[in-house]
């Protein structure tokens, strides 16, 4: 796990190539100028911006990362169906629960990654994330995270656990690397 | 050819927001509800922009790729409103379906 960019003048690389696309995309051309302005803003808005954000581990496999991507928006289409079949369906039949997954990760920004693809994806909801950062003393090393989340139709409690760690949490492991 | 792209795209993503409506009229509690909007919706919506964006790069000049920022935006900020919503309905003991597996998983 890295926490750091090697480079002093481009301190989040990833965040400049973002910024930059974004502003190519927003305007909806790449002339010269606009190409100029987008290398410009690149550059100067995360030097300026990037003492206030707290550090988050870097990607070190973007590879794996787009791979990991083009799986998720594939399971999005496919949840989305299922979400589809399920709602006009007969109510009755769906059996609703909560479950907890215990996470392997403990970083912010892969949880959040996590949380938001279970929401995406397949009929899960991620509620809440435990122990709630205030429960845990300063200093003290913080125990196992568990991510609480709400299942449309429960089926197979252990299996849906199983799936959601080594479809989307072991990836995202990889990642990052932590 | 494009024309037939765009209907199907359309019918397509209007479908998903319906059933994504009705999915919020039909189920019998808060938590069950949050399922439609935060993925048939997001589905939807998605395919929506992409026929916008055909039809506006076959009848303008040059490419329209706006579309894909607003989709990008949309999938990060569903889940995360989503998110923010249902942590909102346990922190105000929400009723939930009296069928729901697991309510003792839940940390008071």
């Known amino acids: 796990m890295r926490l750091e960019a090697r480079f002093k003048w481009l301190p989040t690389p990833f965040r400049s190539l973002l910024l930059f696309t974004v502003w190519l995309l927003l305007n909806n051309s790449v002339s010269a100028g606009h190409i100029i302005l987008a290398t410009i803003l690149a550059i100067v808005i995360p030097l300026i911006t990037y003492r206030f954000r707290t550090k988050q581990p870097l990607i070190i496999k973007p590879w794996r990362a787009f791979t990991h991507l083009l799986l998720v928006l594939y399971d999005i289409i496919t949840a989305n169906v299922e979400v589809a079949i399920k709602i006009l ?53 913080p125990e196992r995270k568990y991510l609480l989340i709400h299942v449309l139709d429960l089926t197979d409690e252990q299996a849906l656990i199983d799936t959601i760690k080594s479809r989307y949490e072991a990836p995202l492991k990889e990642i990052f690397e932590c | 050819m494009s024309e037939w792209i765009i209907s199907i795209l359309l019918l397509l993503g209007g479908a998903f927001v319906l059933i994504g409506s009705i999915g919020l009229v039909k189920m019998p509690d808060f938590f069950m509800r949050l399922h439609g909007p935060t993925k048939a919706t997001t589905l939807g919506m998605a395919c929506l922009l992409t026929s916008a964006m055909v039809y506006f790069s076959t009848t303008t000049d040059g490419v329209s790729v706006k579309e894909i920022l607003i989709s990008i935006f949309l999938l990060l900020t569903a889940p995360i409103s989503g998110y923010m919503l249902i942590k909102s309905a346990i922190h105000h003991r929400l009723p939930s379906n009296e069928k729901t597996t697991g309510k003792d998983k839940i940390k008071k």
Not at chain 1, 90 to 100: A, I
Not at chain 1, 117 to 125: A, D, E, K, R
């Open chain 1, 89 to 141: 369906g007969p109510t009755k039949k769906l059996r609703p629960g909560f479950v907890l997954v215990p996470l392997d990760i403990d970083q912010a920004m892969p949880i959040t990654i996590l949380a938001s693809t279970v929401s995406l994806t397949p009929g899960t909801v991620s509620a809440e994330v435990y122990p709630w950062p205030e429960s845990v003393k300063s200093g003290e090393k």
